[in-house]
């Protein structure tokens, strides 16, 4: 549910970045030229000081939330839905029976034989 919020909380951060990135007035004066007369509303300066600094604290957010989410998905990832799925139980599979038979001789030159003729 965290994530879920963090994620949304993501995307609206990156809407409103790239409005006041696009309000701002540039050397081709960008979507800047649509804020019309509201000088008055953003002060002396208008509107580009409060931009960037609305700008500012937009991105430092998107970064901050970047990191939380990265790390709350890296802490899901460490869990696994099988951990919950496997049960434990006590019972112990029979040990089987290994039964050696040794080699005469003759077997085992006949062996040899064959290993140095490959």
């Not at 963090?6 to 696009?22: D, K, M, P, T």
């Not at 049960?87 to 599979?93: G, L, Q, R």
């Amino acid at each position: 549910m965290t994530t879920s919020f963090l994620l949304i909380v993501q995307i609206v951060l990156v809407v409103i970045i790239v409005i006041a990135v696009l309000l701002q007035k540039s050397s081709s004066i960008g979507l800047g030229a649509y804020s019309g007369s509201n000088e008055s509303v953003f002060g002396a300066k208008g509107p580009a000081s409060f931009l960037a600094k609305a700008t500012f604290i937009i991105g430092f957010l998107f970064v901050i939330n970047t990191i939380v989410l990265g790390y709350l998905y890296s802490q899901s990832k460490n869990a696994s839905v099988i951990d919950t799925l496997v049960e434990t139980t006590n019972i112990v599979a029979p040990a089987a029976k290994v039964e050696t038979v040794p080699m005469s001789n003759k077997e085992l030159n006949t062996t040899t034989e064959q290993n140095s003729t490959k």
